[in-house]
């Protein structure tokens, strides 16, 4: 059964950084492409970066955002960096249905639970 878990939200202060985890199983990371996702309190859904299946990346917001995985572990990372206020949201990975990255959100079809990210004085 596909699954994805992410962890490492947390509260942080402005002008802070924050690594973030989307453990996968049931596949392995070479199957498909992987974005991460946000959703802000009365925002649509945006994404943020992908990595494909054969370990391409791509950025869809700014470079503050780093997106890159491990094999070994089967686990895509997004590190952020220079986080202030508007930062704050719910993060989610998910699968494309194909193994390149695309922008729209309806390819995308398994999803993580989401992680939360605060950033505050």
């Known amino acids: 059964q596909l699954q994805l878990v992410e962890s490492g939200g947390d509260v942080v202060q402005p002008g802070g950084s924050l690594r973030l985890s989307c453990a996968a199983s049931g596949f392995t990371l070479g199957q498909y492409a992987i974005g991460w996702f946000r959703q802000a309190p009365g925002k649509e859904r945006e994404l943020l970066s992908c990595i494909s299946g054969s370990g391409g990346t791509i950025n869809y917001l700014d470079g503050r955002f780093t997106i890159s995985r491990d094999n070994a572990k089967n686990t895509v990372y997004l590190r952020m960096s220079s986080l202030n206020f508007d930062d704050t949201a719910v993060y989610y990975c998910?699968?494309?249905?194909?193994?390149?990255?695309?922008?729209?959100?309806?390819?995308?079809?398994?999803w993580g639970q989401g992680t939360q990210v605060t950033v505050s004085s």
């Open positions: 998910a699968t494309n249905s194909v193994p390149g990255c695309t922008r729209q959100l309806i390819s995308y079809d398994h």
